[in-house]
């Protein structure tokens, strides 16, 4: 990109169809340096305060907004006047897109920030390590120990279900499928990755519950986010598989290894650290899915290690349910387990990146 | 490259035998693995149809057009009216907020960030991303609404005239778990995906087509408008409709914003409003046999709304074929 990244104040053609714009431009470049701008600039801040003192406006928020509103007026009317109208409009959409990149950080950045505030103030050792089991609405005390252990049991269950078969279909997809099915296969595992969480959730609570009537559990948890890894998984690997070169395919061939052993044992492995960031990921977006486990996993106050009958809690799932409460003891144990899944979360997503990172170079 | 790595043909003797047969059988692991994907894509539409069925014929009223929802009681009486309403009308909402800033950061990352920056920035929003939906939820529920008062009541003042503004009954100048917040809420959670999907798509404009804009003496802005935005317009769509498909089922930060209620109300920034996805989230653990299959119903809808807009985005990418899959999305 630093290649096509024009010089912050380039020249426009000298004699081009614009003879008026073209000479106010060579003025541009010798004289139009940042003070004129920052002249524009405090003028706003000015204009912003004698704004103030006559109208009703107040308050530092709505200050440094119109501030800044006059400001960028202020620099766009100083462009345009000196450096003519193209110039003026590049200025106001390069303005734009910082503050595009702003308005969207703000709040991202915002609900990390905010998250880590307040269940800082609730989060303790005991918190981690305790079940809700006997804690009535109004007590302080209670834990997510319970949601967790379910957590980790219904994701490791999802992913055992969801990668090997994940990869089987990428492998299907990249390496035998030529034909119409295995464009219907492509396009199906696209559409797949769309399908809303909690119709995932619908689906085997239909299925296991209503039709099989195996009950609410950690496996019927592990079904419903198993079909929400399912495609994720198979995107990222296949993308990874297809990375492999074909010379080292060939190279295999040549040696007469078959098929289906290249596959297993040149292909997967070259493309592993690849696929593992994507199962990675996978396993870092269910982790945090709370929809298709109120209708599966449904939840529960103990402790409950067997994944296969029984009510079982989870992370997001207490989180979902503490929220939801009247009381400021639930709303504080929502933070604090909100801060706990949140670390999980990213924890995971930086693990993944980094495994990126020895990707990249392992193939340069 | 398919035909540069199928194997050599070999003749036939018994170690190629089983060289054939192990493929064979390996070959036919993974087109089941394929197969059974479709089936599970197929059966989750027969199952929901399926256990959909009985409530819809114990339903008294119209499916489609009647408000309430109360399948348990009798006579039965549920409709998706005012949910569907709540669903479309908050995702669009989102949209229109969500969209100019989420394409303005894509810009921003591939025109306008030095490469290092531009990483960085891409690791940020693609992480935010990863953030649970719960979490979006409380942060709208106990930070964003009472923090939206001063804007909300602003809007009500200055554009109240529009129908969509109006708060005749004043209720706007104290916290109000509105369609308006749960469409900010959304607007959050989708603007990382369009952005992060927009950037891959923008990213595929060649760099010589930007260089030869810059060599004919644009400046920045015209060489995005020339040379950038016209050749990534139907990726530029589908990232907005992939963005739309998730804001429409988006279920736990819509459930917890919202109070729910079943009327249709126009008026986005006064209390009120549900969604198909929150409601079946909030009325799951109480509901009878008949609510239960009732969800399943109303499920059936939105599997089927945002099933037609994914297809519609998949169409789009596929047909321009502008657009590598990538592992983003």
Redesign the interface.
């Known amino acids: 990109?630093?290649?096509?990244?024009?010089t912050p104040t380039?020249d426009?053609?000298a004699s081009?169809g614009q003879p008026a714009a073209a000479h106010s431009s060579r003025l541009t470049a010798a004289h139009v340096g940042r003070l004129p701008m920052l002249a524009a600039m405090l003028a706003a801040v000015g204009g912003t305060a004698l704004v103030f003192v006559v109208t009703p406006l107040a308050g530092t928020a709505e200050f440094v907004l119109v501030s800044l509103m006059l400001a960028v007026v202020a620099g766009t009317a100083l462009s345009w006047r000196v450096e003519g109208r193209?110039?003026a409009?590049?200025r106001?959409?390069?303005t734009?897109?910082?503050?595009?990149?702003l308005?969207?950080?703000t709040?991202?950045v915002?609900?990390?920030g905010?998250?880590v505030y307040?269940g800082a103030a609730r989060l303790s050792l005991s918190f981690l390590t305790h079940s809700m089991a006997g804690v009535g609405p109004l007590d302080a005390g209670g834990g997510v120990y319970h949601g967790i252990i379910g957590t980790l049991e219904q994701v490791l269950i999802a992913s055992l279900l969801s990668v090997p078969?994940g990869l089987?279909?990428a492998?299907?997809?990249t390496?035998?499928?030529?034909g119409r099915?295995?464009t219907?296969?492509?396009?199906?595992?696209?559409?797949?990755?769309?399908?809303?969480?909690?119709?995932?959730g619908?689906?085997v609570?239909?299925?296991w519950v209503?039709?099989l009537h195996r009950g609410f559990s950690g496996l019927a948890a592990a079904l419903s986010l198993s079909?929400l890894m399912?495609?994720?998984v198979?995107?990222?690997s296949e993308?990874m598989i297809k990375l492999v070169p074909?010379s080292l395919?060939?190279a295999s061939?040549a040696l007469g290894v078959?098929?289906?052993?290249?596959?297993?044992s040149i292909v997967l492995p070259t493309a592993s650290t690849g696929i593992t960031t994507?199962v990675m990921?996978a396993v870092?977006?269910v982790?945090?899915?709370?929809?298709p486990l109120?209708?599966t996993a449904f939840g529960n106050d103990f402790l409950h290690l067997n994944p296969l009958r029984g009510g079982q809690s989870a992370l997001?799932l207490l989180?979902?349910q503490q929220?939801?409460s009247a009381y400021d003891v639930a709303?504080a144990r929502?933070?604090a387990g909100?801060l706990t899944?949140?670390t999980i979360?990213?924890l995971l997503?930086?693990a993944a990146?980094m495994l990126t990172r020895r990707n990249t170079l392992a193939r340069r | 490259?398919?035909a540069?790595?199928s194997?050599?043909r070999e003749p036939t003797s018994p170690r190629r035998a089983a060289?054939?047969r192990?493929?064979r059988?390996?070959?036919g692991?993974?087109?089941?693995?394929?197969?059974?994907?479709?089936i599970?894509?197929a059966?989750?539409a027969i199952?929901?149809i399926?256990?959909a069925l009985p409530a819809l014929r114990a339903d008294t009223k119209g499916f489609l057009t009647t408000r309430e929802w109360l399948p348990d009681a009798s006579p039965s009486v549920f409709g998706i009216a005012a949910l569907a309403f709540g669903t479309l009308l908050s995702s669009a909402l989102a949209l229109v907020i969500a969209v100019?800033?989420?394409?303005?950061?894509a810009?921003?990352t591939?025109?306008?960030?030095?490469?290092r920056i531009?990483t960085v920035?891409g690791?940020?929003?693609d992480?935010?991303a990863?953030?649970?939906?719960?979490?979006?939820?409380?942060?709208g529920?106990?930070?964003l609404i009472p923090h939206l008062v001063p804007v909300q009541s602003f809007l009500a003042r200055t554009f109240g005239w529009i129908p969509l503004f109006a708060d005749p009954d004043n209720r706007t100048s104290v916290a109000s778990r509105s369609i308006f917040a749960a469409a900010v809420v959304l607007a959050?959670m989708i603007?990382?995906i369009i952005?992060a999907i927009s950037r891959e798509v923008l990213a595929q404009v060649p760099?010589t087509s930007?260089?030869a804009a810059?060599a004919l003496?644009a400046?920045?802005?015209?060489m995005?408008r020339t040379a950038v935005l016209p050749p990534s317009r139907p990726g530029l769509i589908s990232a907005v409709m992939?963005g739309l498909?998730?804001a429409?089922?988006?279920?736990?930060a819509v459930?917890?914003v919202l109070a729910a209620s079943f009327d249709v109300n126009w008026r986005v920034l006064t209390p009120g409003g549900n969604s198909i996805?929150a409601n079946?989230?909030t009325k799951?653990?109480e509901s009878g046999n008949t609510g239960?299959e009732a969800?399943?119903a109303s499920?059936l809808v939105?599997?089927a709304i945002?099933?037609i807009?994914?297809?519609a985005?998949?169409a789009v990418i596929?047909r321009s074929g502008a657009m590598e899959?990538?592992?983003a999305?």
Not at chain 1, 96 to 101: D, E, I, M, P
């Open positions: 990109m630093t290649l096509t990244a024009p380039p426009p053609p081009g193209r110039r409009v590049d106001l959409a390069t734009a897109a910082t503050a595009c990149l308005a969207a950080l709040p991202l915002g609900v990390i905010y998250t307040r078969l089987l279909v492998i299907y997809i390496e035998y499928g030529h099915l295995a219907a296969i492509r396009f199906f595992v696209d559409v797949m990755t769309g399908i809303p969480s909690i119709v995932a619908l689906f609570f239909a299925f209503l039709e079909i399912l495609p994720v198979v995107r990222s993308e074909g395919r060939e061939y078959p098929r289906w052993r290249t596959i297993l994507g990921l870092a977006r982790t945090g899915e709370t929809a109120l209708l997001p989180v979902f929220a939801g709303i929502a933070w909100a899944l949140i979360v990213v997503y930086v990146r | 490259m398919t540069l790595t194997p050599p060289v054939r192990g493929d059988v390996f070959r692991l993974t087109l089941a693995a394929g197969v059974f994907t479709l599970v894509l059966a989750i199952f929901l399926v256990k100019p800033i989420a394409i303005g950061v810009l921003y591939t025109d306008y960030a030095p490469r531009a920035l690791y940020v929003t992480m935010l990863a953030v649970p939906s719960v979490i979006y939820g409380l942060w529920l106990y930070f959050v603007l990382p952005s760099t930007r260089e810059l003496g400046t920045r802005w015209e995005i992939l498909g998730r429409l089922g988006e279920t736990i459930a917890l996805a079946i989230a799951f653990g239960r969800l399943i499920g939105l599997f945002t099933l807009v994914n297809l985005a998949r596929y899959r990538s592992a999305v």
